[in-house]
């Protein structure tokens, strides 16, 4: 062909203009006669002093050329190096071309593959059928799965031309193209021995993550196929067991100088993506935006690159994450990511973790990625789990039962917790307080028994109330947590609202987050006008119902917005070292564990909290 073309070179040194890593797997960009190093992808180095690049790959699914070409160049604006173009996608007149076998569906992949290498960014033909992808676009609809005895003659027909198309995207200047792994035998006898094109053979299930025996097998017969150069796993991920296990595959693969790529789809194994260049990933995959994902769990290339900053990732990278269940609405990753950034580009990354009720000691002691994780912020429904684990315990934390920050030391973990400080500084800030505190010889009623209560309960205390009402669905769960204070001035609640006398009322459930938007811990909303004060954790959105309500009876309203930024700030503090963890002072030592108090942050921590405060707010 003329002109330019876009490939991937698997070199055994390193070239003029080129990159390669112990794999020898690089991506190299030709204009003409000279090299243009577009796209380095490096599986693998052991030494965590070099950093390499993973590329990010934004998937196309636009149903035109036209809007495809108009998609490459803002994906490479957007910091891309490499764009999938789902081939199958496409519509109209472009769908009828490209099933034609004749000139113009040569003549529509080359203008496919030209407007990659005019933007300086490698090109992936990916032509999904639906045996393979139930999503799949609707040009090779009624293909048959290769090797199916049951096919009818129609549907081998439609998958033979969709051979037909990769085969000839092969030679049409695509760097890649992406081949099922059911489809690689017929895709080998069918392409020309001389094409240009690697190979990436893939396995989808949009189902559930399979264990990792079987995962090794498909492996093995994808390598087997004698035609991948690459090999791509993608499964749904239903938690963090989950993308853990696909994450130690691309650890397996890496330390075996084999390129590949494995993903897990759905919220669950965001974190996948976003980790890939830290476990040796050849590259990994966005969106152009949120709204054109062409896979669920892809996040969008501008927060891919800007935000969560995977390109400049690497085996060095300290990891942190947010554990919960559920956690995938949590802003935790987009405040401490903000906060990274904000601060020069601390070499760390923040992701969320799913993480079934229960199972956190299990995740932590028994994983891959577990066992990686150097901090997290700990939420519904682990706060108590997580004090547990600890063998270093802030006597705060010790006092209220439950933590929400764990930070890996020496010993193993050290918990803390960062909730009380925010529900209570908040609190103060929404009032004009004449006295040192809204709290001072005030009614306190909380709503709620877990962790962020009890924190709740304590701040309170500390903050001078004369009296502090649990409140709870399960009355059990209440007395518990008023027997576990050991303080006279926490009672069980009976009847909210009497005897209030112009006190504050403060909701530490879940009760009206998103999606259950108009839903309210207080169902009857006349007892509002008794509390001078009302404060609400959630803060997705950030005007609940009960704020809403509160509002509405002239009470002064504490956003969950303020005390989830306050708590962040404090556990970012811890994360980046700014609070010495390794500067703890024993206080005592109780069943076996170390009680001990933390020094005072150094420095100031205005900028991180105005990143997170206005990424936050970005949001909602």
């Not at 590329?55 to 891309?80: F, H, K, T, W």
């Amino acid at each position: 062909m003329g002109g330019g073309r876009l490939t991937l070179r698997g070199l055994g040194g390193l070239g003029r203009g080129g990159l390669q890593g112990e794999s020898g797997f690089t991506l190299r960009a030709f204009q003409q006669d000279s090299l243009k190093p577009t796209v380095p992808v490096v599986p693998w180095d052991g030494d965590k002093k070099k950093k390499k690049i993973t590329s990010v790959c934004v998937s196309l699914v636009a149903p035109s050329a036209d809007m495809m070409i108009r998609d490459a160049a803002q994906a490479a604006n957007a910091g891309a190096r490499m764009v999938e173009f789902r081939l199958d996608r496409l519509t109209g007149s472009d769908a009828l071309a490209l099933t034609s076998g004749d000139d113009s569906r040569d003549t529509l992949l080359k203008r496919l593959a030209d407007a990659a290498l005019e933007n300086d960014i490698c090109a992936i033909a990916t032509a999904r059928p639906k045996w393979e992808d139930p999503g799949a676009g609707d040009v090779f609809a009624g293909a048959g799965r290769p090797g199916d005895s049951h096919a009818s003659a129609e549907a081998r027909e439609i998958e033979a031309m969709r051979t037909g198309v990769l085969c000839a995207a092969s030679e049409a200047g695509f760097a890649c193209i992406d081949v099922e792994l059911d489809a690689a035998k017929a895709f080998r006898a069918e392409a020309s021995p001389t094409r240009h094109a690697k190979t990436i053979v893939s396995s989808h299930n949009f189902e559930e993550t399979e264990d990792m025996d079987t995962l090794r097998a498909r492996i093995a017969r994808m390598w087997a196929t004698g035609v991948a150069d690459v090999v791509k796993v993608a499964q749904m991920a239903h938690n963090a067991f989950d993308a853990s296990n696909l994450l130690a595959l691309l650890e397996e693969a890496a330390h075996s100088n084999q390129p590949m790529v494995a993903l897990g789809m759905g919220p669950a194994g965001l974190c996948t993506r976003i980790l890939a260049p830290v476990f040796g990933a050849a590259f990994t995959f966005a969106a152009l935006d949120d709204a054109s994902a062409a896979a669920p769990g892809q996040v969008s290339v501008d927060s891919m690159v800007n935000l969560y900053r995977t390109p400049k990732l690497s085996r060095s990278t300290s990891l942190f994450a947010v554990a919960g269940s559920p956690v995938g609405h949590s802003k935790s990753p987009l405040i401490h990511n903000s906060a990274f950034v904000s601060e020069g580009g601390v070499d760390a990354v923040y992701v969320a973790l799913e993480i079934p009720k229960g199972r956190l000691e299990e995740f932590l002691e028994s994983t891959m990625l577990g066992n990686k994780l150097s901090g997290l912020s700990v939420t519904i429904p682990h706060k108590e789990e997580a004090l547990s684990l600890a063998n270093v315990v802030h006597h705060v934390c010790a006092s209220i039962g439950a933590a929400n920050t764990l930070v890996r030391v020496d010993e193993g973990w050290y918990a803390s917790n960062t909730d009380w400080v925010g529900v209570v500084d908040s609190v103060d800030a929404s009032v004009d307080v004449a006295s040192s505190s809204a709290f001072g010889g005030a009614t306190v009623d909380v709503l709620g028994a877990g962790g962020a209560a009890k924190a709740a309960v304590y701040g309170a205390l500390e903050r001078g109330a004369q009296k502090v009402r649990v409140f709870n669905r399960t009355v059990s769960r209440a007395e518990e947590l008023v027997a576990m204070i050991k303080d006279d001035r926490v009672e069980v609640g009976i009847t909210l609202g009497d005897d209030a006398n112009g006190g504050v009322l403060l909701n530490t459930t879940s009760v009206g987050m998103v999606p259950d938007t108009e839903a309210s811990p207080v169902t009857d909303s006349s007892v509002l006008p008794s509390y001078r004060v009302v404060f609400d954790a959630v803060y997705t959105p950030r005007d609940t119902r009960l704020l809403k309500d509160a509002a509405a009876a002239g009470c002064s309203c504490a956003e969950g917005v303020d005390m989830f930024v306050s708590q962040a700030v404090l556990q970012y503090l811890k994360f980046t070292g700014k609070v010495d963890v390794g500067a703890l002072t024993t206080l005592r030592e109780q069943n076996g564990v170390q009680i001990v108090e933390e020094p005072e942050p150094a420095g100031d921590a205005k900028v991180v909290t105005d990143a997170m405060k206005a990424a936050l707010l970005s949001t909602l």
